[in-house]
C-alpha cells in the first residue's frame, strides 16, 4: 500500500505561478512513475505529465512550455511547478503513483482568476 500527501495549490491570478508538491510513503519498490492529473469541472481526469524513476517525462500537450515536473528519488517526492496559470488551469490536481498499480492523492484545488 502507497500513501500519497499533497500540498501547495490555491488560488493566484491569471499569468502568476504554482508549486505542487507529493510525497509518496509505504511500500515503495525501485521502479515506479509519479505525476499528476487534473480534473475540472464536468470534465474527465486528465494527464497534466508524469515522470519515471529513471526515464524521461511526459506533458500534455498544453501544459508545454509552461509547467515542469521534477522528482526526488530519496525523498519519494514529486513537484509540479506551474508558470504562466491560465484560468483554464482551473481543477484539482492529484497525485499519480505507479508501480504495477495506480495510487491517487488527495487532490488539491488549484484556482486561476482572470
Known amino acids: 500500500q502507497v500513501q500519497l500527501v499533497e500540498s501547495g495549490g490555491g488560488l493566484v491570478q491569471a499569468g502568476g505561478s504554482l508549486r505542487l508538491s507529493c510525497v509518496a510513503s509505504?511500500?515503495?519498490?525501485?521502479?515506479?512513475?509519479m505525476g499528476w492529473y487534473r480534473q475540472a469541472p464536468g470534465k474527465q481526469r486528465e494527464l497534466v505529465a508524469v515522470?519515471?524513476?529513471?526515464?524521461?517525462?511526459t506533458y500534455a500537450d498544453f501544459v508545454k512550455g509552461r509547467f515542469t515536473i521534477s522528482r526526488d528519488n530519496a525523498l519519494n517526492t514529486v513537484h509540479l511547478q506551474m508558470n504562466s496559470l491560465k484560468p483554464e488551469d482551473t481543477a484539482v490536481y492529484y497525485c499519480?503513483?505507479?508501480?504495477?498499480?495506480?495510487?491517487w492523492g488527495q487532490g488539491a484545488q488549484v484556482t486561476v482568476s482572470s
Open positions: 515522470i519515471p524513476r529513471g526515464g524521461s517525462t
Open positions: 509505504g511500500r515503495i519498490f525501485s521502479f515506479n512513475t
Open positions: 499519480y503513483f505507479n508501480q504495477g498499480l495506480p495510487y
